[in-house]
């Protein structure tokens, strides 16, 4: 197997200057943080309740083939901005600078079966500290996939396209496993730790209300629409795991993006991390409208160098950055969405099976290891 | 079943439904002044009264219990898009007819929230409140003469009480740096037209700053008053060591708007245990200056150790009251105010 390192040009020195113009980027847009911004939020959080009141009440009706059709659009539109660009940009303490408690990463609870408490401490302290780093960072490949020619190949890895669709359809039960560390924790002597029964539970609960809510009093709630209200329902849940899985394969998995070794990191400074996050991610291009539902997601690269800065500002962040990738003669992995979808599911499919014998591939396209 | 427990009955069921989101959620952005809601007002006129203060008409929420004239309130405005907590004293009287309460604000510099009510407040803004509070106020049998000592912004609560209360005898001595700074000139000299008020207004600017011992001139009588003051530091200092002095200490009230800071201590590593937060905290820094700043939510008040609004579990560690230089050691249970308290040494905050 080849290892080229795409960052192997840039020495020590610039790798600290990159870092120092990172922080000025990301100083600029703390100090004009303000009233625009949190206008923003609260109108953002304001739609999706309003859309989402709207969408349960002619849903009542949802009987009516239009209405379950309207109604069935709206609830998914609504949940998605819930769990993307609400619920995951406050979970990341993106506006805790507002100080206000009801917008707040340590008050806020998302339309979703993991608690918010567990999601946190996954992706905030693990998978955003050790982004793409094999070993580390579960989500490279959430535990249950082979991502990457330097993860080990295992049989069970044979049926990774069928687990990947399989997780992208729940895949928000899909995120409360993984938050649990489920696949570590089931083995018979961690089963007992109290902590994890303590969370165990914690996911049990978040888990009731939702069905309670989305399959139970909702539909009875619509009488005789109650079998289409489920349906609808059922479809809304469907729909938001399907986009958000879309976008989050996005961000890490498309050919260019680079993983790291577990030693590599070791005495990281801060212009290395940064690089490993410029390196490890990928963007999805697009509209405004696009950006929005993806929860500004589609500016990965962006929110991994700066995962705390409010999302409406990372399309104004992304041309900065994107001028540092071209001064420091960096690949920017970007593509409209489809092909970043495509180039990801090629990669579950392609890594199912065993690494092929090494032979010579063109630079650009090869992604292998890569010594910080 | 009774009513009230069908309503609680009728309020699970919507909780049900809104998880993880509570019904509140949703009236909020309908009705956020109704009853049951989080305590708020909405703006309704910023009147100006001297080129740097102004009087704020609030519309209280329904949940709004009244004050008592002298009082003040917690308002949280968002400045800049984050949200401050300050106290100010109500000026409206307690049996204003049509329900609406008014806070009057001196713009301080560099006061963020002051300037901002000042200067950028617009009618239809909402803002956080909380229920009026503090013991500067009037006694519930009527006293025979009556002082208010007053500087600057410290005409605030006493208004508020001259607008609520009538008494037989009332003199205030109030000094501000020039006659346009005096808040209220034009309410105080229409009292004295209409023979309610006798009044000494100084200006600190051409008179210089008001020597106590000059009272035995102004109100020979101030001895026998129960006497109300309000006003910089240095005024009620002096004011209490006079009344001290002539052993009439009980009959002075004071109201103090800032801290005094005596102590500062070494500072140290303060952990914020709930958020996981470390940061290093000068001594003088007080830990609420310190939570703010490394983004924690941190409750808070009046801003100077009188509201208690602010208070947070010590978990470890130990803290120093800026006032007063004591140590508070953590205990179970143990809470401290963090508007006053600075590190003393590694110290960790349930927040």
């Given at each position: 197997?080849?290892?080229i390192?795409?960052?192997a040009?840039?020495?020590?020195?610039?790798?600290?200057?990159?870092?120092?113009?990172?922080?000025?980027?990301?100083?600029?847009?703390i100090?004009?943080?303000?009233?625009?911004?949190?206008?923003?939020?609260?109108?953002?959080?304001?739609?999706?309740r309003?859309?989402?009141?709207?969408?349960?009440?002619?849903?009542?009706?949802?009987?009516?083939p239009p209405?379950?059709?309207v109604?069935?659009?709206?609830?998914?539109?609504a949940?998605?901005?819930d769990?993307?660009?609400?619920?995951?940009?406050i979970?990341?303490?993106?506006w805790?600078?507002?100080?206000d408690?009801?917008?707040?990463?340590?008050t806020?609870?998302?339309d979703?079966?993991?608690?918010?408490e567990?999601?946190?401490?996954?992706?905030?302290?693990?998978?955003?500290?050790?982004?793409?780093?094999?070993?580390?960072?579960?989500?490279?490949?959430?535990?249950?996939?082979?991502?990457?020619?330097d993860q080990?190949?295992?049989p069970i890895?044979?049926?990774?396209?069928?687990?990947?669709?399989?997780?992208?359809?729940?895949?928000?039960?899909?995120?409360?496993?993984?938050?649990l560390?489920?696949?570590?924790n089931?083995?018979?002597r961690?089963?007992?730790?109290?902590?994890?029964?303590?969370?165990?539970?914690?996911?049990?609960r978040?888990?009731?209300k939702?069905?309670?809510?989305d399959?139970?009093?909702?539909?009875?709630?619509?009488?005789?629409?109650f079998?289409?209200t489920?349906?609808?329902?059922?479809?809304?849940?469907?729909?938001?795991?399907?986009w958000?899985?879309?976008?989050?394969?996005?961000?890490h998995f498309p050919?260019?993006?680079?993983?790291?070794e577990?030693?590599?990191?070791?005495?990281?400074?801060?212009?290395?991390?940064?690089?490993?996050?410029?390196?490890?991610?990928a963007?999805?291009?697009?509209?405004?409208?696009?950006h929005?539902?993806?929860?500004?997601?589609?500016?990965?690269?962006?929110?991994?160098?700066?995962?705390?800065?409010?999302?409406?500002?990372y399309a104004?962040?992304?041309?900065?950055?994107?001028?540092?990738?071209?001064?420091?003669?960096?690949?920017?992995?970007?593509?409209?969405?489809?092909?970043?979808v495509f180039?990801?599911w090629?990669?579950?499919?392609?890594?199912?099976?065993?690494?092929k014998?090494p032979?010579?591939k063109?630079?650009?396209?090869?992604?292998?290891?890569?010594a910080? | 079943?009774?009513?009230?427990a069908?309503?609680s009955r009728?309020?699970k069921?919507?909780?049900?439904?809104?998880?993880p989101l509570?019904p509140?959620?949703?009236?909020?952005?309908?009705?956020?002044?109704?009853a049951?809601?989080?305590?708020?007002g909405?703006?309704?006129?910023?009147?100006?009264?001297?080129?740097?203060a102004?009087?704020?008409?609030?519309?209280?929420?329904?949940?709004?219990?009244?004050?008592?004239?002298?009082q003040?309130?917690?308002?949280?405005?968002?400045?800049?898009g984050?949200?401050?907590?300050?106290?100010?004293?109500?000026?409206?009287?307690?049996?204003?007819?049509?329900g609406?309460?008014?806070i009057?604000?001196?713009?301080?510099?560099?006061g963020?929230?002051?300037?901002?009510l000042?200067?950028?407040?617009?009618?239809?803004?909402?803002?956080?409140?909380?229920?009026?509070?503090?013991d500067?106020?009037?006694?519930?049998?009527?006293p025979a003469?009556?002082?208010?000592?007053?500087a600057?912004s410290?005409i605030?609560?006493?208004?508020?009480?001259?607008?609520?209360?009538?008494?037989?005898?009332?003199?205030?001595?109030?000094?501000?740096?020039?006659?346009?700074?005096?808040?209220?000139?034009?309410?105080?000299?229409?009292?004295?037209?209409d023979?309610?008020?006798?009044?000494?207004?100084?200006?600190?600017?051409t008179?210089?700053?008001?020597d106590?011992?000059r009272?035995?001139?102004?109100?020979?009588?101030?001895?026998?008053?129960?006497?109300w003051?309000?006003?910089?530091?240095?005024?009620?200092?002096?004011?209490?060591?006079?009344?001290a002095?002539h052993g009439?200490?009980?009959?002075?009230?004071?109201?103090?708007?800032?801290?005094?800071?005596?102590?500062?201590?070494?500072?140290?590593?303060?952990?914020?245990?709930?958020?996981?937060?470390?940061?290093?905290?000068?001594?003088?820094?007080p830990?609420?200056?310190?939570?703010?700043?490394?983004?924690?939510?941190?409750?808070?008040g009046c801003?100077?150790?009188?509201?208690?609004?602010?208070?947070?579990?010590?978990?470890?560690?130990?803290?120093?009251d800026?006032?007063?230089?004591?140590?508070?050691?953590?205990?179970?249970?143990?809470?401290?105010q963090?508007?006053?308290?600075?590190?003393?040494g590694?110290?960790?905050?349930?927040?």
């Amino acid at each position: 197997m080849t290892a080229i390192d795409p960052t192997a040009h840039l020495t020590e020195e610039q790798i600290e200057e990159l870092g120092r113009e990172l922080d000025a980027i990301r100083d600029e847009v703390i100090a004009s943080r303000g009233e625009k911004d949190a206008a923003y939020i609260r109108k953002v959080i304001s739609a999706q309740r309003k859309l989402e009141l709207v969408s349960r009440g002619i849903l009542l009706f949802s009987i009516f083939p239009p209405a379950w059709i309207v109604g069935t659009a709206g609830l998914s539109v609504a949940k998605i901005m819930d769990n993307m660009e609400i619920g995951h940009n406050i979970l990341h303490g993106q506006w805790d600078w507002m100080r206000d408690p009801k917008i707040h990463s340590s008050t806020w609870d998302w339309d979703h079966v993991s608690p918010a408490e567990q999601w946190k401490h996954s992706h905030n302290e693990l998978h955003h500290k050790y982004t793409n780093v094999i070993g580390k960072d579960n989500d490279l490949g959430y535990g249950i996939m082979r991502v990457d020619e330097d993860q080990k190949w295992h049989p069970i890895h044979l049926g990774q396209p069928l687990w990947n669709f399989i997780n992208a359809c729940f895949f928000e039960y899909g995120i409360a496993a993984y938050d649990l560390e489920l696949g570590k924790n089931l083995h018979k002597r961690r089963r007992k730790n109290p902590e994890f029964r303590a969370r165990a539970r914690a996911v049990g609960r978040k888990i009731r209300k939702q069905v309670l809510k989305d399959y139970v009093i909702h539909p009875l709630l619509s009488g005789p629409s109650f079998l289409t209200t489920l349906a609808a329902t059922f479809t809304a849940n469907l729909i938001r795991n399907l986009w958000s899985h879309s976008v989050i394969m996005c961000g890490h998995f498309p050919e260019g993006v680079q993983v790291f070794e577990r030693r590599s990191i070791k005495g990281e400074t801060r212009g290395q991390w940064y690089l490993r996050q410029m390196m490890g991610s990928a963007n999805i291009s697009g509209s405004k409208a696009m950006h929005f539902m993806t929860g500004n997601l589609s500016h990965q690269i962006e929110h991994h160098l700066f995962p705390d800065l409010p999302s409406n500002r990372y399309a104004e962040v992304a041309v900065k950055v994107r001028a540092l990738f071209e001064k420091y003669e960096l690949e920017y992995v970007t593509g409209p969405l489809p092909k970043q979808v495509f180039s990801a599911w090629r990669k579950v499919f392609r890594l199912s099976l065993p690494n092929k014998k090494p032979k010579v591939k063109t630079p650009s396209r090869d992604k292998e290891l890569v010594a910080a | 079943m009774t009513s009230a427990a069908l309503r609680s009955r009728a309020w699970k069921l919507l909780e049900m439904v809104t998880t993880p989101l509570l019904p509140s959620d949703y009236l909020d952005l309908v009705s956020p002044l109704r009853a049951g809601a989080d305590l708020r007002g909405r703006i309704e006129a910023v009147h100006q009264e001297t080129p740097d203060a102004a009087t704020i008409v609030i519309r209280p929420g329904k949940g709004w219990r009244g004050h008592v004239a002298g009082q003040y309130i917690r308002v949280g405005v968002d400045v800049d898009g984050v949200r401050l907590w300050r106290a100010y004293s109500v000026t409206s009287p307690t049996n204003r007819q049509d329900g609406r309460i008014t806070i009057t604000v001196k713009a301080i510099p560099d006061g963020k929230v002051s300037n901002y009510l000042v200067r950028r407040a617009k009618p239809g803004t909402l803002i956080q409140l909380d229920q009026a509070t503090g013991d500067f106020v009037l006694p519930t049998t009527k006293p025979a003469k009556v002082l208010y000592l007053t500087a600057g912004s410290g005409i605030t609560p006493v208004m508020g009480m001259l607008r609520d209360t009538e008494f037989q005898d009332v003199v205030m001595v109030h000094s501000a740096p020039q006659s346009k700074d005096v808040i209220f000139r034009n309410d105080l000299h229409d009292l004295v037209a209409d023979k309610k008020l006798r009044l000494t207004e100084l200006h600190t600017d051409t008179d210089g700053m008001l020597d106590i011992t000059r009272l035995d001139e102004l109100v020979p009588d101030w001895a026998e008053r129960e006497t109300w003051a309000c006003g910089p530091t240095g005024l009620l200092d002096a004011a209490e060591a006079h009344w001290a002095e002539h052993g009439v200490a009980e009959r002075l009230h004071t109201e103090r708007f800032r801290p005094t800071v005596v102590v500062v201590g070494d500072g140290g590593q303060v952990t914020f245990g709930t958020t996981g937060k470390t940061v290093d905290a000068d001594g003088a820094t007080p830990l609420l200056d310190v939570g703010e700043e490394a983004g924690v939510l941190m409750p808070s008040g009046c801003r100077m150790g009188i509201c208690f609004g602010c208070s947070t579990p010590l978990k470890a560690g130990a803290v120093r009251d800026l006032r007063t230089g004591e140590i508070t050691e953590a205990e179970p249970g143990v809470l401290v105010q963090t508007c006053v308290s600075a590190a003393a040494g590694p110290c960790e905050l349930e927040r």
